[in-house]
Structures are given as C-alpha cells and as structure tokens.
C-alpha cells in the first residue's frame, strides 16, 4: 500500500547582510508544527552580493565582503533550525522519536558564483567554496545546479534547461513548459513568479509541473520585476498517482507563525 508523503519546498529566500531574517525563523516554526517528511530548498538561499559580476567595480559592489555574505547566510540558517532543534529537545525530553526529515538543497544560480570566482581565479582554490555554506553539517543534501534532487518521485531543481543551448525553461507559460519539456514531476524556482499545471500520462497517472515562486519580501538589486513575484511556502502532498499542492503566501506565515 502506498504511504503518502508530505515535502516542504522553500523557494529562493535570497538572504543577504542586513535583511531581516525573521521569515527563515517563521518557516522553522512551519516546519516543526506541520512535520513534513522532506524540505525542498530550491535554492539561491543566499544572494552573494559580493561576488556579483553586474556590479563589479560600481558603487554598489563598494564594501561588499564575501565573509559577510556567508555569515549572514549561517545566521538565516541558525535561525531556520532553531524551532526544530527546540521541537526535538521537547521530544528527546519526553522520550519521544525525534523529528529528522530529509533535507535537500538544490544549488542556484546565486550560490553558483562562488564556483565561478573560483573557477575565474584558481587562487582562491582552498580558500572559498561551496563548502563554506555549512550545509552540511546541517545535515542537508546538496544537489549541483545541473543535477535535479529526486524526492518522493518529485523532481527538483533551482531550473531545468532544454536545448543544445541548454537554457532554462521558461516562458510565458512557464510550469506548462516544464511539463511538456520533462514529462516528470518537476518543481523549480528562480523566476520569483507562481505557476502551475498539470497534465496527465498514458497510465493515467498525474504529471504536475510548479514554479514555486521566491521567499522574500525585500527588493533585489539586480531585478524591477517585484510586483510580479509570489512569496510564500508550497507544501506538497505525494499520493500514488497525484500530487496535491498547497501554495501558502508569506503572510500567512507570518501571521501563523511570528512570535
């Protein structure tokens, strides 16, 4: 018999020095009241300013550290973690089994600078990398940006790419594109706007494609498209043949889950 399962996804929180991160404190509050067996970051969980080619040499780049970036991205994750260490501290507490969902995390394009400055200057070889996200030690799954994380048969990526281009989907009907282009399950992120759609296989089983939106409020630097982005928290339940989604816009959470 089939055992549904419930999947977390958290869609491109883009934390940076300076910005409240009281919303990843929200989600771990989310996370232990509604006990998901997976949670999905689809990445560009930290913007990594400092190492942005666009703004290189203006006055925007000026003071901009890598170390800052990393730190402030550890303190979003510190905070993200704290209402699910204290949910198991109660259970240890009581004799309880802990709360230890998977965790996966799907590198962006954001992320993705880091490999670059790398790659770009061979110097900083042993002294910057992806490593240096902590992530895990938190006991997340790091997925490579050209590599989906499979879940519960859902397939996850910050984007998915077609063409000898390899180019990532997109368009006007972007979640419609996903399906027609992967025929799979998919979930991605990086466009900060929400679709969705669903079509169905030969066996009858249902094939959902998701663009999950973004997790933050803030304007970027790098983007005039705000009023088109969607902020919240998809939770996923996976059935045998279906998958049924629940968009939950961010405030909600807040009103849910701020202390």
């Known amino acids: 018999m089939f055992e549904s399962k419930t999947i977390m996804v958290l869609p491109d929180p883009h934390d940076e020095p300076g910005v409240d991160k009281e919303r990843f404190e929200w989600a771990g509050r989310m996370a232990a009241d509604r006990l998901p067996d997976a949670i999905v970051c689809l990445g560009d969980g930290v913007t990594m300013d400092s190492l942005s080619e666009y703004d290189l040499g203006s006055v925007h780049h000026e003071g901009l550290r890598y170390q800052d970036d990393i730190d402030s991205f550890h303190e979003a994750m510190d905070r993200f973690h704290k209402p699910i260490d204290e949910l198991n501290t109660r259970l240890k507490r009581s004799k309880k089994k802990q709360y230890d969902p998977k965790l996966v995390y799907n590198e962006g394009n954001h992320e993705h600078r880091i490999v670059k400055a790398v790659t770009k200057d061979p110097r900083l070889i042993r002294t ?13 799954d790091f997925y490579p940006i050209t590599e989906p994380a499979n879940v519960y048969g859902v397939n996850f990526a910050h984007y998915f790419t077609s063409g000898i281009m390899g180019r990532p989907i997109s ?31 030969i066996n009858g089983n249902k094939i959902m494609g998701i663009v999950a939106g973004c997790y933050f ?43």
């Open 128 to 140: 910057m990398s992806l490593d240096d996200l902590g992530l895990k030690e938190r006991g997340w």
């Open 171 to 201: 368009g006007i009907n972007h979640a419609r594109n996903l399906v027609g282009k992967t025929y799979t399950n998919c979930v991605v992120g990086h466009s900060h706007d929400r679709s969705f759609w669903e079509d169905t296989d």
């Open 217 to 259: 409020t803030h304007p970027l630097k790098y983007t005039t498209e705000e009023d088109r982005n969607w902020p919240g928290i998809i939770m996923l339940t996976v059935y045998e043949k279906h998958i049924d989604p629940e968009f939950i816009c961010i405030d909600y959470i807040k009103e849910t889950y701020q202390c």
